[in-house]
């Protein structure tokens, strides 16, 4: 487990299918996200079960967020290393961290985690993220987090039947 103390990154467990259900079920978060339909207990049971942890034959990496509080860790999101590419030491990282823990900087300590974790143990070079310019939340947490924007990517994202552009948050490690 990566740890600062405070925030925890770990592997999935079976235990979390009712908080994935939860959060990849709520269609305010499919906007800031590929998932366009619900997934059942059963897929993301299967998901969990079927899990590969070894991002250099998956090419991804899902790992839990979990807060020390006075009654034990409760986990309050999800941060994900995909997009793997060992030849160029480089990944995509990509986030959530559930409503109420936001804006309290545990995406950034969760970042920071998993800078350290792709710096250290993967050797990777840099990282990268791609977030729509109407997700403020996103690009606030990147650039708090030390990431730059190196690109516009223009209507990117589509949302309905209207189009929006996309920045690409880049950060040497």
Same mark, same amino acid.
């Given at each position: ?65 979990? &807060? ?44 920071? &985690? ?12 840099? &990282? ?46």
């Amino acid at each position: 487990m990566l740890t600062d103390g405070e925030i925890s990154l770990r592997a999935l467990e079976p235990i979390d299918v009712d908080t994935l259900y939860s959060w990849e079920n709520d269609p305010r978060l499919w906007s800031v996200g590929v998932t366009l339909a619900p997934y059942s207990r059963k897929q993301l049971w299967d998901y969990i079960n079927n899990y590969d942890g070894d991002i250099f034959s998956a090419k991804q990496l899902r790992l839990m967020i979990d &807060l020390r509080t006075q009654g034990g860790l409760t986990t309050i999101g999800t941060l994900d290393l995909y997009d793997f590419d060992a030849a160029n030491s480089r990944c995509a990282i990509g986030i959530l961290i559930a409503e109420p823990w936001q804006k309290q900087g545990h995406g950034t300590s969760a970042i920071n &985690l998993a800078e350290q974790y792709c710096r250290e143990t993967l050797s990777l070079h840099q &990282l990268y993220s791609i977030a729509g310019e109407e997700n403020t939340a996103s690009c606030r947490l990147f650039a708090k987090a030390g990431f730059k924007i190196c690109g516009r990517l223009k209507s990117w994202l589509r949302r309905a039947y209207r189009y929006s552009d996309a920045y690409i948050y880049q950060k040497f490690l």
